[in-house]
């Protein structure tokens, strides 16, 4: 006759190899935690039960969350949570319970008459009979991993079974230990492989060029700034020196970059950039060491600093010019109040004295337009200005340009063609603000344009917005100076054709105005076009005439072509 504890032992023996060998050879927990399962159902003869992993909240607090658990759904809210949670693991936070008492104290906990058991706290309505119930905690060592749970063993459940049970308790300790192992490795990698990929994407977005290199120069790693700043790719770089890269770059660069106490050292230092086109460039370029695998290698983090050159540059430009537009009229002032203040103007006459005066106070006044322009740049760049829009029609506004225009134009014998046949285009605009644009515009064409020649006015509808252009016929501007005209400090060097008195503010000042405008403007400058300075901005749509009530101003007369000449 078959010894019972003989059987279950054999039983258990082969629940063990079946988890272990299923450990080894697949290494998917729920299948094997749910064949675990199935198979102490079977040799206890339970109805059901689970296997869970102990977790901590809050840092201390214990919850269960199951590997595997009978699903024992009693209606169709319970079936849908089972479906829907079941195969990533229920979790269970009532500790008020008689699977909650394990948790609580690490302890195995049985009971045969669960509605009776102080320990216990019921069951749900409609849940299925508690007749009798084993809670087995599950350890790895010392640590308290899990529990096994089981319920409704006809004959009730004792000491003698709980003992039976611990080699496999200890196993399935063993086997959740390893899946939490796995798992935190995984996390941990999962991890590394995020902060790699935010650092990669760090790297990417840095504007500098960022390289790594060996004692001898040879480049190991980059970003795609050094790509772009170099004009190579990856696998070009790293067929490189850094020797290749930067032309006065000394042979022995790392020394090059350290201090008295042979310190490397992190500043930037200047040298000559080269491009694969065959251009070179102003960079700066900072090295630091590092350890790499027990290997010396460099970080060098470097920058294109031509744009702060050219900034330099014009700024120093713009000091030359300031000065010298400064030290001229003051020269005139100065020299008229010292004849005044001496009272050594007795020998000139009445007409030598006014002219001498006038003189002084058009250089005053040829001060007060420096200052005030160089102001006004500083309220357009920071918004410290009224700006008063009004509803103007364009073509009226064109009248207005037309008439402020008129004098200088027949003073250059300088023939004024106005292309301006749409009525029925309106802007919303700072009528000072724009006139004071156009007069920059016209007064440079007018001013550059050939004798006897034509300055055309134009306007346009494009799309939403309304075009204004002026063309002139004279020095073209040199096209690779066309994207900073409107620079503030810019002027074009053009030898004799700088109008004197000025400080190159003008543009970048209608600039600023149109942009304030939300528009935009634009230079073009060709031998057969000539020069066109050209800007748009938003019209104001008929239909929003009629549905705000507003109410249109009356046009001025019409101008179509006007042709002075002396």
Known sequence: MENPTQSLQQKLLTAIERAQSHYIDDGDSKTLFNGMLSDVLDFTESEYGFI?????????????????????????????????????????????????EVIKTGKAVISNDPSNDLRGAGTPEGHPPLKAFLGAPIYRGSQFVGMLGIANRAVGYDDQLLEQLQPLLRTCGSLIAGYRDAYNRQEAENILQKQGEFLRSVLSTINEAILTFDQRGYINSNNPAAEEMFGLSQDKLKTCTLFDLILDLPINFTTHHHDADNQILTKMVEYTGKHSSGHTFPLELA??????????????????????????????????????????????????????????????????????????????????????????????????????????????????????????????????????????????????????????????????????????????????????????????????VCDSIFDVFFQVDSGDTRQPGKAGLGLSIAKSIIERHHGQIYVKSTQEEGTRFFFDLPLFIQERLTNENLQIPPALSKVTDTTVRH
């Open 52 to 100: 869970g992993e102990i977790h901590y909240k809050d840092g201390n607090i214990p919850y269960l969350k199951t590997h595997a658990i009978t699903n024992i759904a009693w209606n169709d809210e319970t079936r849908e949570f089972y479906a829907a949670n079941a195969p990533s693991g229920l979790e269970f936070y009532n500790l008020d319970s008689l699977f909650g």
């Open 287 to 480: 090295i630091t060491p590092l350890k790499l695998d027990g290997h010396q290698m460099y970080t060098g983090v470097g920058r294109d600093i031509s744009e702060r050159q050219q900034s330099n540059r014009i700024k120093n430009e713009f000091i030359s010019t300031i000065s010298h537009e400064l030290r001229t009229p003051l020269t005139t002032i100065e020299g008229a109040l010292k004849l005044l203040a001496d009272k050594k103007v007795s020998h000139l006459s009445p007409d030598q004295v006014t002219e001498m005066l006038d003189a002084a106070q058009s250089s005053s006044e040829r001060l007060q337009k420096l200052i005030n322009d160089i102001l006004e740049i500083q309220q357009l760049e920071f918004g410290d200005f009224m700006f008063e829009p009004e509803l103007i029609q364009v073509h009226d506004f064109l009248n207005q340009v037309v008439r402020r225009t008129l004098d200088l134009a027949l003073q250059k014998g300088i023939r004024l063609k106005v292309d301006n046949d749409d009525t029925e285009l309106y802007f919303r605009i700072d009528l000072k603000l724009l006139l004071r644009v156009m007069d920059n515009l016209l007064n440079n064409a007018l001013h550059y344009a050939e004798p006897d020649s034509e300055v055309t006015l134009n306007t346009e509808k494009n799309g939403a917005y309304a075009r204004i252009t002026v063309t002139n016929k004279g020095n073209t501007i040199p096209e690779e």
